[in-house]
């Protein structure tokens, strides 16, 4: 089980889901928060709902209030940054590219890739929390220590 | 955990259990950035630290095999989500904190005001945080007085050394001290006027009303192992500060003019120095601020007042009041008695700053700690309100204070009644000894929380002189109920070397700290090294 599970999370890795910031959170795991990175992803999924709504309801806005956009983004990243969400993060600047530039579609094609990614992690990383339960208390990093 | 209701002087301990505030208005990182500081121990065995701003603190020598590595925490930690509340709490527990993390962009306030904020009121340490880490952004924390600028996603290795700024600072002011001593000295003997006072607080710790700080023949001869105390720039001494540099007016003032109108000798010109920049910035970024909004004025209550301010969100309303006073203020100092820019605040002003005023302001005070930035601030009111009224009415400087070092005094008084009984004793002994020594006892992972509690309550800065010694081991029973383990013979070999003259008090703490568990430890406790303490007197 331990070895699916470092499968699994090689392989979130090399197709880019996740970066190094990942592996910082499991290191902080121990018998006090034996799921500290799961409840880190938990709290973010929550908390970022309101910000991907903010987001949304500005980007129907007519013409674009690209500093807003910009504001939110940076919000966006800061989040997405804390667990090493990569793509989502890549999505981030990408977005705030096109606000720089102030490239109204440019931004709402990359939102929507932003959101994708950001689905796509959430099932992934819930995946792989629920084998990681299944698994044992604490999963330990997987690079040596 | 970081929460508990005292402070502890922030200057004795060193370096386990500093305390840290985070704000940051993301939950996640705000959770993360817990958890990494917490995380964050000692590593190895502890250390005999004799010198060096560790003065009243030592850790003695462990055999790594004991066990005793890493289990005391660096950081005890507070977090918060807002810059408000973060503000707040830092004016509650003034010297509550050693230190500020925050971030650079935060929905209710400017990372970089909080930052301007708390370096002017509490002088702390302030680190930012943020994902952008562009260039300009970074200097413009610098700029503001920043002591370090991370960048997101914080690893926890950053984190780890953050305490260095906090050491580094004091060393700064420690450097400023001694620094100028010789020519505080020189200064004194010359004008023959401040040595009587200067005698009166070498041994009581100092005015224990206008802040701390010890100046000491002691410490001088030891200076490069003590550690002083810092200059807190308490409210009332930001007060004297305050009106003197009203008295010279802003744009004739200087520090060694200001240092001599406040008439508080132990304090030195480099101290009114580095304290008149921030001040100086902080008006002339109120300065830029209102010449963009209009201004309001020192309605505390009155909300047309606060419908001025662009940003009066509820939360805004404390940070921003001062703003207008200042500036208004820095404006009826430039001598322009017709402040042209200040005109349509005048108008507000005007009418709101009726007879009625005063006893609004005098109002505010009752709020609480709350408002505390606003308290010192109003105590220059009397100065500009009358002179903005520009009419015939005095500059009755002195009517606020009393009323603000009244209810702040309070308000402060409630917090620390507990303690001044313990730290009484403390105040007056010659050594910290007993502290270290619970720092060691270990078995117990929450020590640090134990440690904390410990030196907070010894040592928390209080000019009241009482001799509750009995109150103190009663206090003490409280705090260390499970102290069970403490294996410290090491006190009372310390006590006999170093002959603390608080003998009363130890023998009611050894009982119940220390049982007699044989360490293995080695405590080359030099009694030399303990200096006068650290009267960290700083009250208010």
Redesign the interface.
């Known amino acids: 089980m331990q070895k699916q599970l470092a499968k699994m999370k090689q392989s979130l890795f090399d197709q880019g889901y996740l970066d190094e910031q990942f592996i910082q959170l499991e290191d902080l795991q121990d018998d006090a928060n034996p799921n500290f990175v799961e409840e880190v992803v938990t709290l973010y999924y929550r908390d970022s709902v309101r910000l991907v709504q903010n987001i949304e309801q500005a980007l129907e806005k007519n013409p674009l209030d690209f500093s807003k956009l910009e504001g939110y983004m940076h919000q966006f990243k800061g989040s997405s940054s804390s667990f090493g969400a990569k793509k989502v993060k890549t999505e981030c600047t990408q977005f705030r590219e096109y606000c720089r530039a102030g490239n109204a579609e440019g931004c709402k094609r990359t939102f929507q890739e932003l959101k994708k990614e950001y689905a796509t992690l959430k099932k992934k990383l819930e995946v792989y929390f629920q084998l990681a339960r299944q698994a044992g208390p604490v999963e330990k990093a997987c690079r040596p220590k | 955990m970081g929460s508990s209701g005292f402070s502890s002087p922030r200057s004795d301990y060193f370096p386990a259990g500093l305390r840290v505030l985070v704000v940051d ?5 705000l ?2 950035l817990e ?2 500081l917490k ?1 964050c121990n000692y590593e190895g065995s502890f250390f005999f630290f004799s010198n060096c701003f560790f003065r009243n603190v030592f850790l003695f020598t462990v055999e790594k095999d004991t066990g005793f590595t890493s289990a005391v925490s660096l950081f005890v930690v507070t977090i918060c989500n807002l810059a408000q509340e973060a503000l707040d709490l830092l004016r509650e527990r003034k010297d509550g904190f050693d230190l500020v993390i925050s ?1 650079v ?1 935060m929905p209710d306030m400017d990372g970089f005001k909080l930052l301007e904020l708390v370096g002017l009121e509490m002088d702390l340490p302030v680190i930012m945080m ?3 880490g562009e260039t300009s952004r970074v200097m413009k924390g610098v700029q503001h007085g920043a002591c370090d600028y991370l960048l ?2 914080i ?2 290795k950053e984190l780890r050394n953050i305490w260095q700024h906090v050491y580094r600072k004091r060393m700064q002011e420690v450097r400023d001290i001694e620094g100028h001593e010789s020519i505080e000295e020189l200064y004194m003997m010359r004008n023959g006027t401040e040595k009587s006072s200067d005698d009166g607080y070498l041994f009581s710790g100092g005015d224990p009303i206008s802040g701390r700080k010890r100046k000491d023949s002691d410490i001088k001869s030891d200076s490069s192992s003590a550690k002083k105390s810092r200059l807190v720039w308490t409210v009332d001494l930001h007060q004297k500060f305050v009106k003197a540099v009203n008295q010279i007016g802003l744009d004739k003032v200087g520090p060694k003019k200001v240092r001599d109108l406040m008439g508080v000798s132990w304090i030195t010109r480099e101290n009114v120095a580095s304290h008149l920049q921030k001040y100086r910035l902080y008006l002339s970024r109120l300065q830029k601020e209102n010449e963009v909004k209009a201004t309001g004025n020192v309605c505390l209550q009155n909300s047309t007042i606060l419908q001025n301010e662009s940003n009066a969100a509820a939360g805004n309303v404390k940070s921003t009041l001062p703003m207008p006073m200042t500036e208004s203020k820095k404006a009826l100092y430039g001598d322009v008695i017709d402040p042209p820019k200040t005109n349509t605040s005048g108008i507000s002003f005007g009418h709101y700053l009726g007879p009625k005023s005063e006893a609004k302001i005098q109002n505010q005070y009752s709020w609480g700690p709350g408002v505390s930035l606003m308290q010192f601030k109003q105590g220059q009111n009397p100065h500009f309100q009358s002179g903005h009224m520009l009419d015939s009415v005095h500059p009755r400087p002195s009517i606020k204070e009393p009323g603000i070092q009244g209810s702040y005094g309070k308000s402060r008084s409630q917090g620390i009644e507990q303690v001044t009984q313990v730290q009484s004793h403390l105040t007056n002994s010659n050594s910290f000894g007993q502290i270290p020594c619970s720092m060691w006892g270990t078995k117990n992972h929450n020590l640090d929380q134990y440690m904390f509690d410990y030196l907070e309550s010894s040592s928390q800065r209080n000019s009241i002189h009482g001799t509750g010694s009995s109150s103190a081991s009663r206090l003490w029973d409280e705090e260390f109920n499970s102290f069970s383990s403490r294996g410290l013979n090491a006190i009372n070999l310390l006590e006999e070397s170093i002959g603390c003259s608080n003998q009363e008090f130890v023998p009611h703490v050894s009982p119940h700290l220390f049982d007699s568990l044989n360490l293995d430890c080695e405590y080359p406790c030099d009694p030399v090294e303990y200096p006068m303490m650290d009267q960290g007197l700083h009250i208010l």
């Open positions: 208005d993301d939950p996640t990182w959770k993360i958890k990494m995380k971030d962009n943020s994902v952008d997101k996603p690893r926890m």
